[in-house]
């Protein structure tokens, strides 16, 4: 069940406070930013977590709690004792999460009154739960999938916020998935942290990070198959059923960048392993200057080579093809005749792939990200104000 509901937070008078929860004990995993500020909910999720109880989430939305002392871990563990209370669990088995402004201590008193009134609302419409959570997002992000385990239906869903301060090794990013699935603690942990690195890991919008963001996936085993492990014959199914998900909401992220017009994918082809390949592509839809070419349709090729070049991973460059959609625009270590206005038409629609083929092994991977527009300035230039 999950809610969401506006509690003057945000300036907007948008919604700012969500609650979600099970009725059931769930298994609980969760990754977290690698920066080394790290917002004040993330101590307490991270101890939640860890004991293995977590069945509710409370996240508002508008301010970070992060670089806000014992004061802001004060405030993130009322947090979790307000939810535990109006919820009847306990306070061990609430995550708490936040997004916003940084230094701006939580006006728990309205806080307060959100999670009262979130708990009276709570349902099975998870969409005013995902608005709740939103910053300058300019939509909600939801996706859902349905897959067979042990002659079950079990589905994994989940939704998102992101937009701005969006980098691989997660950004200002909040993920909450859910699965009706049985799944052992162990597994359902190694399962998240390997659909974050090939999705949330491989998104990135303007090369910040931030101290607040966290994945979390909780399986609550309410479709009554039998509990999955790593050699359990249909786990491969459950795995690839969380990366979709994750994959999707990823995606989402970067289309729905701080100013973006356009999504932009990138897949690199024919690397030695997947670590190479990721970096590669995470260097080239990382670049500013690659990310400016896509919003001028320019297709300046060589602003992608030399992204490439710097990502730190060897590789023949006499063996690199590289196609804007479908134009080929360089092979062999030279330029390929090509016209440069169909290049140019490649990324002028609403998504752009740019595509690079290499000889070094059998390896590929995608990483996604949007154009750097004036929009991205005008709304980070007054984030505050």
Known sequence: MAAGVACGVRKSG????????????CATAAVF???AFKGAPLAVTKEAVEAGNVRAIVVNS??????????????????QALAASALGIGAGEVAVASTGVIGVYLPMDRISEGIAQAAGELGGDGTSFADAILTTDTRTKEVAVRVEIGGRTITVSGTAKGSGMIHPNMGTMLA?????????PDCLQETLGRATERSFNRVTVDGDTSPSDMALLMANGAAGNEPLHLDHPDYPAFAEAVETVARGLAKEIARDGEGATRLVEVVVEGAEDEQ???????????????KAAVFGEDA??????????YAGIPFDPDGVELYFGPVKVFSGGEPVLHEEAE???ALASGEVVIAVRMGEGDASATAWGCDLTYEYVEINGSYRT
């Open 14 to 25: 948008s919604r700012d406070l969500g609650l979600l929860y099970s009725e059931r004990p």
């Open 33 to 35: 930013t690698r920066n």
């Open 62 to 79: 508008g301010n970070a709690n992060a670089a806000t002392g014992e004061q802001g871990l004060s405030d993130a563990k009322e947090m």
């Open 176 to 184: 909450f998935m859910t699965t009706d699935a049985s799944v052992k």
């Open 276 to 290: 190479s390949a990721a970096a590669l592509a995470k260097s080239v839809v990382g670049s500013s200057l690659v």
């Open 300 to 309: 300046n090729w060589g602003r992608v080579l030399v992204a490439m070049g």
């Open 343 to 345: 290049a140019n038409a």
